[in-house]
Each structure stands twice: as structure tokens, then as C-alpha cells.
């Protein structure tokens, strides 16, 4: 009995192991709301039409913390997926600690340092070399409105100013609408303040803040007013807002209950998902008083140091993802505008169009810069010491001095 | 010779798996605590740097402040409301069993269960407000979950919903151990039900106290599921604890350093309370014999 159970086990564990066959790549990320989701599938289906088969690995959650968590505990157990979704510093980080692939072969046949934005290739290389293959550009600085409630409120066109934008949030209050949606985690609070710091302090404060992490610029009266100004963002929320994921705040915008929803353009997809036109059924402004930056941060396909067995797996993915076909069938189901600057606009819609011109435009004037919230304006220990103390000055537990103050103590500590 | 170190070979390969698995992986902890390690654990000691910064950041303070409030509330209630269901359950009532199944059964759910049901029941858009609201009871309120200053209560009550049982269980035991000729003799003379339970029955559970302080401690200091699923931490960072504290900082903040080290200030947190307790038995223990 004992021969056959211990034979028995030794077939189990042999099963398994050929799971992980050459001709197939595990795929970790946390694409799995509705838009993101069918954005997925683009990769999927283009991957298997190669004969390549896709190992689907979701962790959900926004930003991806749960599922950075997982990637940690797979590389230290020296079996890392083939490839994860990873923002900005993130892939640096792993790529410091020689956890990354090496897609120079790739990169180099297929010519990705002339299409790839010069301030997308500093998060996809390391020491010169490419090891992460971007997916998409987003910018964070949107205001995503309802339709049917501008029509109602007589809104044509977006407002000059912040202030004007929380006005009309105050109209569709009077109206009996829900002002803004909001989702009440941190780093939907920090995505909103990266638009809040440019529209009060400008765009050179806001680089001097968040990249250059200026001492004197981080504990400053301008902060003190960038945060009244989140503050009085803060007033027009419904109360329900605490630990609302941000597909549901899109939701609310979706179903005009709210007038509108500050968010990064993976909103957009939300939108497409439910059969709603853009420039008809909802709008996509740039934030008031940001009109020219743009925050991006930039979804990358980070690849990881595997087994040789696994290698021209990894590679066919990589080529799979630059390939012009997918950054553009992929980025009209996401919302976000491709990773390549060589591609047409003719399929996109309306805002989809308006957000690849504004990056052309942001990348040739200086104006384009790394979203603090989504981790690509600075290491993330110093990215989750401002979006504590956001949090904390959002939901009333800190009054908008001490904010400022526990941010310069945080991200001192954090620089260590 | 085989016999006589038998009991020796049977513990062996527990005791080592142990000290591994558990003293190995503390020791390790603490190392971790002196270095600089960030995304991966690196050994750059740097001597009490992390525990400086530790005690510096707001966060921290603000964990351990909420586990005091919380475990004060936590226990308190747990042990009164523990011990009187124990005592009404000692009544002698029919279907004894049934209730003590049903008061005892929430412990037998994992804290997601728990958590996910009281995180539904307490929002006030799907839970009990919006259905108060539904029967007609328009100016009914109970949105302690999304409000700050009441978000660490709504925890509170999760966690002595799930474990109050536990300690019923305990107070039982206790209360069946107590000898039944006093209780007589007392009845003989006179002594009403509650001067009996004040005077003499809730005396006599000293030992049994000292036993639900001490798991209810230990589980105080460990809560983090219930969180995690009820609040994650919100809002803002109203409901950090520092089992939170020390997940966020290790794993989502790329801080290892620091997370480690707080994870040794838990630990030595536990050691305080369950140390004197192991003397306390031990001790107690040796008089027996």
C-alpha cells in the first residue's frame, strides 16, 4: 500500500511540472475589470494564434499591490512568472536586483529605441539594457464626465480653472446628482492630487515636488493650498466613497448618476465596455489648469530572468506586444494611447485621438512627466510616503499643515 | 536500547522542523531588522537605523495606538459578554447543546467569511442602513464603517461576534469545575443567586481569566485578516494596526527594513504578556505536584 501511495505521489509531482512547457508563458497582472479584462484577451488571442499558450495569472487589485506582493514571493522562491505587469519604478527596482531578462536580441531586430517615447525608454532599460517591454502610455490628468448631466447642467465645453470644474460638481449637487465619483483608497486620492499639485502650483512645482523631491517645495504654503484645493474636491464626494474601487466610481459616472470622475484614461475603457460614444454619452477633458502637462505612467510587460526552456517564449511575447497591430487593437479596448510613436491615429475614437496628439505634443515640449501616484515620478517608498499623507489629509486626519509636514518627514525617511 | 531513546527519535523531526520553521524564520526577522534590505531581504547591517525611523513615522503611532483602543474594547467585551452567556447557559436549560453549538460555531469561520459578511452588513449603501431605509426608517443612521473615527469599532464588533463564543467555551469549563457542595452549602445558608455568583462562583474563575486575557491578547495583536477584508487599513489609515503596518511596509512599500522591525516590536509586545503567563504556569504547575 505504502509502494503504491509514494509512486502514486511521485506521478502527481511529475504531472504538474510539465505544465510549464516550452511553448507557453505565465502572464501575472491585475487587468480585471470589465475594459481590462477584454484588453487582456487582444494579447491572449494574438499569443495563441502563434501557438504560444497564455497562463493567465490575475491578482486583482488597482495599482497592483496584491499582486506585487505575489511576484516577490515567486522570485524568492526561484520560480518567477514569465512575465508581469510592473509601473515605472517597480521593473527598476527588479531589474537592480538582476531579477530582469535580458530583450536586447528583440529589441534591437525590431528597432524599439527609434518608436518608443524617450521618457517611456528610462522605465523600460536598465543600464542600457532592455529588459520590460511597454504596453501603453496613460495620463492621470482626465476629468471623465456624464453626458446626459453636462447636457442637463447646459455644459458645453470644460471649464478654464479648477475651481470652475468643482462649480459645476456643485451645480449637478443642486440638481440632485451625485457631484464627483470618487473611490476612496490612496492612490485614487494621490491620482487625483497629481492633478490638484499641477493646477495649484504649476508644472515646474509639481517636478520639483514629486521628481526632485525639494525639501523646502514639499513642506510649502503651496502645498498647504494644493491640499485646501483636495479639500474642497473633498466637499463635493457622496459619503459613501471610503474603499470604492475606481471601476465602480467610473460606474456611477457610466450610469449618470455622478457629474464626473477624475481619473487616469483606463476609465475610458470602462466607458467602451459599456457601449457608451465618447464625445456624446460622456466627455474627456485634460483637468482645468493642466491643459498641456501630461502625468503618464506607462503599463509594462516586465520580463523575467527564466529558465532558458522558457526563453523564446518570452521573446515571442515581447514581439508580440511591440507589434504595431496589438499597441493598437489593445489600447482602443484599454483607453490608453499606444507605447509607439509610429502608429495611426485612424482607429481611435475621439478622446483616444486628443490623448495621442497631447502626448506627441507633451513629449516635444517638456511637458510630460511621471505620475507620482502611479509611481513614476519617484521610487515607490517615496511614492506611498506622499499618498499617506494625502489619505490622511482626505479622510480628516490631518489638517492640511501637517500634511505637508508628515510628507517631508516620510519621504526623508523613505530616501534613506 | 531502542526504548529508551524511542520518545527522543519520535520528537526530533518536530522539534527541528520547529526550530526552523518558527525560532529559525524570528531569528532571520530580526536580522533583517538591522540591514537596509528594501525590495529583497540584503544583509547591509545598519545598526538601529530602521527602529529610529520606525518610531519617527506617524503611521506607527498611530497603528499601535489603535491596537490599545482595540484590544481594550476587544477583551473587555469579549470576557463580559463571554461570561454571561456562560452563565446562562449553566442554568440547567434544555437543548444545552444547541446553543453552545450555535454561540460556539462563528470560530469555527475564517476571518474572510466573517469580515466579507460584517463589511455587507455595516455598509451603509447595501447593509443595515439601506434597509432600515427601505422598511421606512428614513433618518436611520449607522455608517460607522466609512467614518473615521468610529471605522476601529465596527472591527471590534467583527471580532467579538467571531470569538465571544470562544470564551464562553473557556467561562463553561471554569464554571463546571467549581465544586457544587459549596455551591450547596451557600444555597443551605441562605446566600442569594447573585451573591452566589459575585461572592463565590466568579472568585473561583481567577485561573480561567488569566487564560481568555491572555488568548484574547495574543489574538488582539494578530488581527489583520478582519481588517484587510472589512476596511483595508481606511479610512485613510484609521484602522491600521501594526500587523498592518508591518504587511504594508514589507510587501507593498518596499521597505523590508522597516517592516521587519516592526514585526520584532509585535513580537516583543507578545513576549511581554505570554512570558509572565508561561512563569505564572509553570509556577503553578510545580505547586501541584
Known sequence: ?416 | MLKRYLPQIVITPGTLLVAAGVYGFIGFTAAISFTDSKILPSFNYVGLRNYENLFKLKAWDIAVANLLTFSVFYIAICCVLGLLLAILIDQKIRAESVFRSIYLYPMALSFIVTGTAWKWFLDPGIGLESVMHQFGWASFEFNWIKEREFALYTIVIAAVWQTVGFAMALFLAGLRGIDSEMLKAARVDGAKILQVYRRIIIPQLGYTFVSVMVILVYNAIRTYDLIVVMTNGGPGRATWLPSVFMYQYTFTRNQMGIGAASAVMMLALIAVIVIPYFWWELKSQGKQK
Open chain 1, 1 to 416: 500500500m505504502k509502494k503504491y501511495m509514494t509512486s502514486g505521489l511521485l506521478a502527481a509531482t511529475t504531472l504538474t511540472t510539465p505544465a510549464m512547457a516550452e511553448d507557453s508563458v505565465e502572464v501575472l497582472h491585475w487587468w480585471t475589470s470589465g475594459g481590462e479584462a477584454a484588453a487582456v484577451s487582444v494579447l491572449k488571442d494574438a499569443l495563441e494564434a502563434k501557438g504560444v499558450t497564455w497562463n493567465d495569472m490575475p491578482v486583482a487589485g488597482g495599482s497592483g499591490e496584491a499582486a506585487m506582493t505575489v511576484v516577490r514571493s515567486r522570485v524568492t522562491a526561484g520560480n518567477p512568472p514569465t512575465s508581469v505587469q510592473m509601473l515605472g519604478y517597480d521593473i527598476l527596482e527588479w531589474a537592480s536586483q538582476g531579477a530582469l531578462s535580458n530583450l536586447d536580441a528583440t529589441a534591437e531586430a525590431e528597432g524599439w529605441g527609434d518608436v518608443v517615447p524617450e521618457a517611456l525608454q528610462f522605465f523600460a532599460k536598465h543600464d542600457g539594457h532592455w529588459v520590460s517591454a511597454p504596453v501603453n502610455v496613460h495620463s492621470t490628468n482626465w476629468v471623465w464626465t456624464s453626458g446626459k448631466i453636462m447636457e442637463e447642467l447646459g455644459v458645453t465645453e470644460a471649464p478654464s480653472d479648477f475651481v470652475g470644474l468643482l462649480d459645476i460638481a456643485k451645480r449637478a449637487q443642486d440638481a440632485g446628482y451625485i457631484g464627483i465619483a470618487h473611490g476612496g483608497q490612496p492612490w485614487q486620492e494621490a491620482t487625483v492630487f497629481d492633478s490638484v499639485a499641477i493646477a495649484t502650483g504649476g508644472l515646474d512645482w509639481y517636478k520639483k515636488v514629486f521628481i526632485e523631491l525639494d525639501a523646502e517645495a514639499i513642506n510649502s504654503d503651496i502645498m498647504v493650498t494644493a491640499l485646501e484645493n483636495l479639500g474642497a474636491y473633498r466637499e463635493l464626494v457622496d459619503d459613501n466613497f471610503s474603499g470604492r474601487d475606481w471601476n465602480l466610481a467610473t460606474a456611477m459616472v457610466i450610469t449618470d448618476k455622478a457629474a464626473f470622475q477624475i481619473m487616469g484614461d483606463w476609465a475610458k475603457g470602462e466607458f467602451v465596455n459599456a457601449g457608451e460614444v465618447a464625445g456624446e454619452d460622456f466627455q474627456c477633458w485634460r483637468v482645468p489648469g493642466t491643459e498641456g502637462a501630461v502625468t503618464f505612467n506607462a503599463d509594462q510587460f516586465a520580463m523575467f530572468n527564466v529558465g532558458d526552456d522558457r526563453k523564446p517564449a518570452q521573446a515571442e511575447m515581447a514581439s508580440s506586444v511591440m507589434s504595431p497591430e496589438f499597441q493598437v487593437a489593445f489600447n482602443i479596448v484599454k483607453g490608453s494611447v499606444p507605447a509607439r510613436i509610429d502608429v495611426s491615429d485612424e482607429e481611435f475614437d475621439a478622446c483616444g485621438r486628443k490623448g495621442m496628439a497631447d502626448l506627441k505634443a507633451a513629449n516635444e515640449g517638456g511637458t510630460l512627466v511621471g505620475s507620482q501616484a502611479q509611481g513614476h515620478a519617484n521610487i515607490p517608498a517615496v511614492k506611498t510616503a506622499f499618498s499617506d499623507a494625502i489619505t490622511a489629509f482626505f479622510n480628516g486626519e490631518l489638517t492640511a499643515e501637517e500634511a505637508a509636514e508628515e510628507m517631508a518627514d516620510t519621504v526623508a525617511i523613505a530616501q534613506q
